[in-house]
């Protein structure tokens, strides 16, 4: 024999109180069922390419950084330049470059780098007082590496080249956010 209780439950997907036959329904109806099915697999399918996305974009900021050598396009994301301003630079030898054919020119995150390095405008005004060096107003050393895509080297050397001053603070060494973006704002005009 088939229960007779009638209990009153909230539909799972239009909200609304209905009388389910068993404790175990969720829906008040076939239609609301099938609905929110369709709604779980629409946004599972969106969150997985979200996921894959993230991936992607992480791996290939990973593999950029690793790597010695760059395509033209790869260093031009680095440089925040267009393909073409790097072909001119190569071609007006102000950037190193390597032709290993017609189509192949490929570029050393070393002399990307340098190139970075010797364009930076020397003549920035920066605030030599080491006293107003907070964490609120100052990048750690790792932080600034990721947000301007420079080698620790390359920074280290702006750092001296400008006599930015920095500061250590607990583990970290601090420069100021005012500094760094004054003279790597520079570098993009
Ligand atoms: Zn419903």
Do not use: W
């Not at 109806?29 to 099915?37: E, G, I, L, Q």
């Not at 054919?101 to 190139?115: G, H, M, N, P, W």
């Not at 601090?174 to 570098?187: A, H």
């Amino acid at each position: 024999m088939s229960s007779n209780i009638i209990v009153k439950r909230i539909c799972n997907y239009c909200k609304n109180v209905f009388d389910a036959k068993t404790i175990k329904t969720k829906y008040c109806s076939h239609t609301c069922n099938r609905k929110d099915y369709k709604l779980n697999q629409k946004l599972q399918k969106i969150e997985r390419s979200d996921t894959e996305t993230k991936l992607k974009v992480s791996e290939s900021v990973v593999d950029v950084n690793s790597r010695d050598f760059l395509t033209v396009k790869e260093a031009s994301t680095l440089l925040r330049m267009s393909s073409k301003t790097v072909y001119r630079l190569i071609e007006q030898k102000e950037l190193n470059a390597f032709n290993f054919s017609v189509r192949k020119t490929l570029i050393r995150r070393k002399d990307i780098d340098s190139y970075f390095e010797s364009n930076l405008i020397s003549n920035d005004y920066v605030n030599p007082n080491r006293e107003n060096i907070t964490p609120d107003n100052s990048y750690t050393i790792n932080e600034a590496v990721t947000i301007f895509n420079i080698s620790n080297g390359a920074l280290y050397n702006i750092i001296k080249k400008h006599n930015i001053p920095k500061k250590t603070h607990g583990k970290h060494t601090l420069v100021r956010k005012e500094d760094l973006n004054k003279i790597f704002n520079t570098q993009y005009e």
